[in-house]
């Protein structure tokens, strides 16, 4: 365990399939709490990263007063779509069984996921009962609501949430790298269109509507032009609370690019004051 100014950090196993650990970086702020909490899933094009890559937004996050369990979780050739959500769920349930041991509230346990994490966070948010993501059971006691994987509120940044309309994006305009991970992560379209925020959305699938915040750039070649604005449509034509925050001329993951850029420091303050607004 390592202090650092205002928290502690240290890495634990929360989930294991086979000889294989998962491991989540704990970020813990000091004083006895309860704190609120947020499970964070990294980006990556589902295929490449692991839960070091948000280190400015985690540390933000706790030096605010919020645990944060930043995630690893299954990713190809290990394991295609639904593993990683199936990874996601646990870990929402994990942190809620462990609320008392770190001075988590349970019901301030929120979520932030970017870019393919937050396709896979808002995924599992909307379908937190799905028994296909749900599927893992928590060993030993369980806390009260520690077998409900929904969220208090989520934050999604530069995300998938058309997976669908992405890959035939890039496969149009010729960017393999891209198209070859959907294509790994992926069994095929038909699964893109299952697993899709936009399309649960629109055919009115969705289980729950968490409180939710949306960051944006406007120079993200990453994702389709329109998909921040279609997707905030469609959560509130639904009946979601949404906040979109577009940030001009921001390319995709601004933040881990730059995370000392003053676009950064709007987002870290979006980000802590939303957490903050939703559990009081």
């Keep these: ?27 813990r702020p000091r004083g006895v709490g ?8 990294h980006g990556g094009a ?20 919020t645990v944060v369990m930043a ?22 349930r994990w942190l809620k069984r462990q ?27 909307l379908r937190p009962r799905d028994p296909r993501y749900a599927s893992i059971p928590l060993a030993g006691p369980l806390a009260a609501d520690a077998d409900d994987a929904s969220l208090g509120f989520v934050i999604l940044c530069w995300p998938i949430t058309d997976p669908l309309a992405r890959y035939r994006m890039v496969t149009a305009n010729g960017n393999a790298r891209l198209a070859d991970a959907h294509r790994a992560y992926w069994p095929d379209e038909a699964a893109m269109e299952d697993g899709n925020p936009q399309l649960i959305l629109e ?3 969705a289980g729950t509507l968490p409180p939710a915040l949306v960051l944006q750039g406007t120079n993200d070649d990453n994702v ?20 979109l925050v577009k940030f001009p001329g921001q390319p995709h993951a601004f933040v881990a690019r730059d995370p000392a850029s003053a676009a950064t420091r709007q987002a870290l303050d979006l980000i802590t004051g939303f957490v903050g607004r939703q559990t009081g």
């Design 203 to 205: 055919r009115g699938d």
């Design 34 to 41: 309860p704190h609120p909490g947020v499970v964070e899933v």
């Design 224 to 243: 389709t032009p329109d998909m921040a604005d279609r997707f905030a449509a469609a959560y509130r034509h639904a009946g979601g609370a949404l906040d």
């Design 99 to 125: 609320a008392g041991e770190l001075a988590v509230d349970p019901a301030r346990i929120g979520g932030l996921g970017t870019s393919s994490g937050g396709h896979q966070l808002m995924l599992s948010a």
């Design 46 to 65: 589902w295929t490449g990263n692991d839960r070091l890559v948000n280190v400015a937004i985690h540390e933000a996050l706790a030096r605010a007063g």
């Design 71 to 92: 995630i690893d979780f299954r990713m190809p050739p290990e394991a295609q779509y639904p593993a990683s959500i199936r990874d996601v769920n646990f870990a929402v």
């Design 1 to 27: 365990m390592a202090e650092i100014d205002g928290f502690t950090v240290e890495d634990v196993e929360y989930l294991r399939h086979g000889d294989k650990p998962l491991l989540a970086r704990l970020y």
